[in-house]
């Protein structure tokens, strides 16, 4: 199936495995039997060891097959008939896109069926995290200002202090990220700050990132004082292994994104049952029925009871929207006038 | 009886099947117009969603521009979890959206450019929905006919139709049961009438063939009519037989009561001792015949209406008294004194088998008891029973066993002289087993001649 | 004693007719229920013996119809079941039933009973010497002196008195007297005549042994 919205993008034939893909990281579990069982995914190894660890123990029988992508490469691959058993990300908008385009199965159970409905859609698509966006900052960076809580409280404090922050804010390049994408889209749809927000950033040289994982690192070690919009997960696993106390992670108060790291089973998938039984295991486990082998946040443990308003992104056709190629090109084009062109004045 | 089908039940079933009829009809009318309703429902959100789209067209230096709206996706996603493919089409180019998405071209009579047209068709092997609207944009010197479309799967519709579906249907079998409750109710009151026939014909004793008088509805009128006709003829026949047995038995007595009465004539003037002894054996000869062919006739009634028991009030002191009275000339003729001691005393049964019953056993006392001595009647009556007592100061039942004396044809051993078949208590014992009753004999008060009584219950 | 009897069968009425006319009474004979309306139209009865089954009907309904019109005792002559006809008989009106063949003398007692029940009549008296009996009561009077005969004593007196100066043997007597089922023998009616002498006596008559022939009455001699 050729799509002809996919504009600025080499299309290339696949020869349908995960080999031919540009992975960044790979781990194979064997299993007792014949049966491999394919995951495509954007989470770290780092993120997801202990839970594949637990579910290869209770089915020793399935050999598995992880690789780490990023989500335009999994978007990419699934589009193009990859054999890939089960696709996971955080990029929602990429995922259901192929879910409404038909690109996924159904699949039913007992634990698909204990889903809120807003995690999932059409019986194709399942919600296991629910995650915030958060501003990382280093502590050390920031001593002797006030830690701002709100998106105007960090315009206010990078916009009086210009020389400390230069060269210093890190965010995500949404050309490259999908997630980073996502997060911009809507943030730029649900609060005129971020407008603002980029203005801010764009004067002050910022360092665009692909990751999440990078940009904490920068925080930890330094060169960054400001991580904006990082993913919430990665941000805490990051301040766990730290222990200068440097990496500080703020929530903004007056809005912040919460998106839902989502599996999908391809439309091409080989091992439905494997398959099932894996989606099952994120479903169960983002409940909070796998302790231990958990190391993402909780599917319930959103802000959605805490605070009104912060409810996660819902899934649905309107995650589509800015996927359109030419909304895309306008808002890429607004978004570059803001960041990039001021870097080099 | 052959039972075919039950008037009730077809008549339930008839009325029940009407039910479960409506029962369709109306589920089938509500999931219709809930599909109706739902596919408005479609038809509005996607007409809504596309008009949003259109209105961002606009030129920007010579180049047709649109932005796809957040509400335009996002009210397609609250009211189902459809699917959603869009296409743009400016004059032959496409702008965005899916290009294999077919969409019907050009207008309907009354769909004109900025009107919204549907279409059904499929996309991706699925039914879909689509709402189109063109526009036309000024790009460079001359207007662009710009083609936005929408499209939605149809999952919503089903899903919703099918949950009213559902409903209807258990509103619907909610109804047919309540209907067909209230169907076998209705048919039951419809029968009633027959019922009620039924019932009294039933009730009715062996020998009511008197007419039913009911208020019939309509229909039933002619099996009235029927049956009434029936009981007519029955009667009829009925008394044809009764009519045969008497004219026979009138046929052989009235000859004998000829011979009888020419013999006494003829006894009265004959002086010759060895003639008149002739005579006398003659006249008992026509005596006993006469008599035994009575009470078998007798016996063959007693076993005859025992069969269907009549159960009418009787009061046993008066069917005692008038025995009595009937028979007090022919104890007379013996100077043998009737006392009576009878009080009221009700019971049930068959007047004319209990009176025959007590004459037979009052005739026999009279006929054994010698000249010039008095049988006693009574009528007992305590709380469960009450008891005829027939005492008389003949010689006795004898010592022989009692319990024989009610056999067919068995006579008391002490009888000898005396005209009789035997069948007398026979007739009685039968008359009173029929009526759950037995009868007693043994002596009189003080041992001495012989207490028969007959013993019902009240 | 004026009877009407009404049977169809000729030998059964003439022997009926015959029989009631030794003992002095006067009797009518109707063949038909017409011919009945006929005799009851043109004389008075004391007595009707009916038939219930005529040629031209049923006894039992022309006496259901006629009953109230009609004043005089009626006994049934019936040739049917005892217990299918008593009691439908006597609903009718019929003052008694017989069942065919009958013994005369129960008839007769029969008839006693009824026309006893319904008053009697003095006309019936029978003159014996100086005194009167009445055969339907048993009484038996002279002057101021009455006497009640018992049913046997007076059955006995009335052969005498319906026989004036005939001599009846014993065994006639006994034909008299007892019904035929009985085995009686002739001692049984010099007990009977012994028992009469008694009651009769200062009756101004007599019953007089004629020896080796039998009795008769006879008149006093003052």
């Given amino acids: 199936m050729r799509l002809a919205y996919l504009i600025g993008l080499i299309v290339t034939v696949w020869t349908g495995t995960a080999s031919s893909l540009d992975v960044e990281e790979y781990k194979r579990l064997e299993g007792t039997g014949e049966r491999v069982l394919r995951i495509l995914s954007t989470g770290d190894l780092a993120l997801f060891s202990p839970f594949l660890a637990s579910f290869h123990a209770r089915n020793p029988q399935i050999s598995i097959e992880y690789s780490v992508v990023s989500s335009g490469e999994l978007h990419r691959a699934i589009r193009d008939g990859a054999n890939v058993d089960v696709a996971i990300s955080s990029a929602m908008d990429l995922q259901f896109q192929l879910v409404n385009d038909g690109l996924a199965k159904s699949y039913r159970s007992a634990q698909t069926a204990s889903l809120p409905d807003w995690a999932r859609w059409r019986d194709q698509i399942f919600a296991f995290t629910a995650e915030p966006a958060v501003v990382v900052i280093s502590a050390e960076r920031f001593q002797g200002l006030p830690i701002p809580e709100t998106r105007q409280e960090v315009i206010s404090v990078l916009r009086d202090n210009p020389d400390r922050f230069k060269g210093a804010i890190g965010t995500y390049d949404v050309r490259d990220s999908g997630l980073g994408y996502l997060f911009a889209t809507q943030e730029a749809r649900s609060t005129d700050a971020y407008w603002r927000l980029s203005e801010v950033l764009g004067r002050l040289a910022p360092r665009l990132y692909c990751c999440s994982g990078q940009m904490i690192e920068d925080v930890a070690n330094g060169q960054l004082a400001l991580a904006y919009n990082v993913l919430g997960s990665y941000a805490a696993e990051q301040a766990a292994n730290e222990t200068s106390g440097r990496v500080q992670i703020l929530r903004m108060q007056d809005f912040s994104n919460v998106i839902l790291r989502t599996a999908i089973i391809p439309a091409t998938a080989q091992n439905i049952a494997a398959a099932g039984a894996f989606v099952d295991g994120l479903i169960a486990a983002g409940q909070g029925n796998r302790p231990g082998s958990w190391a993402l946040p909780l599917l319930d443990h959103t802000p959605e009871t805490t605070s009104p308003g912060f409810g996660p992104i819902r899934l649905g056709p309107a995650l589509m929207i800015y996927l359109d190629p030419l909304n895309k090109r306008a808002f890429l084009e607004e978004w570059e006038n803001a960041m990039v062109q001021r870097q080099t004045p | ?458 | 004693m004026r009877y009407l009897l009404v049977e169809d069968n000729q030998e059964l009425a003439e022997a009926v007719l015959r029989r009631l006319a030794m003992d002095g009474h006067a009797v009518d004979h109707a063949a038909s229920l017409e011919a009945a309306k006929d005799c009851l139209a043109a004389a008075d009865y004391d007595l009707i013996l009916l038939d219930v089954m005529l040629p031209d009907g049923d006894g039992r309904e022309f006496l259901a119809q006629s009953r109230k019109r009609l004043d005089v005792p009626v006994i049934m002559l019936t040739a049917r079941s005892q217990v299918s006809d008593r009691v439908g008989a006597l609903d009718q009106g019929a003052d008694d039933y017989i069942t065919k063949p009958f013994d005369f003398s129960e008839l007769e007692a029969r008839c006693r009973a009824v026309l006893r029940r319904r008053g009697g009549s003095a006309k019936n008296e029978i003159a014996l010497g100086p005194a009167l009996f009445d055969p339907l009561s048993g009484t038996l009077r002279r002057g101021e002196t009455k006497v009640d005969l018992r049913s046997r004593e007076s059955r006995l007196l009335e052969v005498f008195a319906l026989n004036p100066g005939q001599i009846l043997s014993k065994g006639q007597l006994m034909d008299r007297l007892f019904t035929f089922d009985s085995a009686v023998t002739e001692n049984a009616i010099e007990v009977y005549i012994g028992r009469l002498r008694k009651r009769i006596e200062g009756m101004g008559f007599q019953i007089e042994t004629v020896r080796g022939l039998g009795y008769r009455i006879e008149a006093q001699s003052p």
């Avoid at chain 2, 979890?81 to 743009?88: A, E, G, I, L, S």
């Avoid at chain 2, 004793?205 to 009519?225: F, I, M, V």
């Avoid at chain 2, 009829?236 to 052989?252: K, L, P």
């Fill in chain 2, 1 to 458: 009886m052959i039972a075919t089908t039950s008037l009730g039940r077809k008549l339930t079933l008839l009325l029940a099947g009407v039910a479960a009829l409506l029962s369709v009809l109306s589920w089938s009318m509500v999931t219709g117009l809930a599909r109706q309703a739902a596919e408005r429902t479609q038809d509005n959100v996607l007409s809504a969603s596309v008009t949003t789209i259109a209105e961002t067209l606009r030129t920007e230096q010579g180049e047709v521009r649109l932005e796809l709206p957040y509400s335009a996706f996002s009210m397609l996603g609250a009211i189902s979890q459809d699917r959603v493919f869009y296409k743009v089409v400016a004059g032959s180019r496409l702008l965005t959206g899916y290009a294999d998405l077919q969409v019907p071209s050009g207008y309907g009579p009354d769909q004109g450019p900025g009107r919204v047209r549907f279409a059904t068709g499929s996309y991706l092997g699925e039914d879909i929905r689509m709402a189109s609207l063109t526009r036309f944009v000024q790009a460079g010197n001359s207007p662009v006919p710009v083609t936005v479309t929408v499209a939605q799967t149809r999952y919503g519709i089903g899903a919703i139709t099918s949950d009213l579906s559902r409903h209807a249907a258990g509103l619907s079998i909610a109804f047919f049961l309540v209907a067909a409750g209230l169907t076998s109710l209705v048919a039951r009151a419809s029968l009633r009438p027959l019922k009620t026939i039924t019932a009294d014909v039933a009730r009715r004793g062996p020998a009511d063939l008197s007419p039913l008088h009911h208020k019939a509805p309509a229909e039933l009128a002619p099996l009235l009519d029927a049956l009434n006709r029936l009981m007519v003829r029955l009667g009829q026949s009925i008394r044809r037989s009764e009519d045969f047995i008497a004219e026979a038995a009138h046929r052989v007595r009235t000859p004998l009561a000829t011979v009888r009465v020419q013999a006494e004539i003829l006894l009265r003037a004959t002086t010759g001792d060895a003639e008149r002894q002739r005579l006398r054996q003659m006249i008992r000869a026509v005596d006993e015949s006469s008599r035994s062919a009575g009470q078998l006739l007798d016996h063959a009634t007693v076993v005859y209406r025992a069969e269907a028991l009549a159960r009418d009030p009787v009061d046993l002191g008066e069917v005692a008294r008038q025995c009595a009275h009937a028979l007090e000339p022919t104890a007379a003729m013996r100077d043998i004194a009737l006392r009576i001691e009878t009080q009221r005393a009700i019971v049930r049964g068959d007047p004319i088998l209990i009176d025959n019953a007590l004459r037979n056993i009052l005739d026999n006392a009279i006929k054994y008891s010698p000249d010039d001595t008095t049988v006693t009647v009574r009528v007992l009556k305590d709380v469960e029973t009450v008891r005829v007592s027939v005492t008389d100061q003949g010689p006795g039942l004898g010592n022989g066993a009692v319990e024989h004396l009610t056999e067919r044809f068995r006579r008391g051993c002490n009888v000898e002289g005396i005209v009789g078949s035997g069948l007398g208590l026979t007739i009685a014992e039968a008359a009173i087993q029929a009526h759950g009753g037995r009868l007693e004999l043994g002596k009189g008060p003080e041992g001495q001649g012989a207490c028969v009584s007959l013993i019902l219950s009240a």
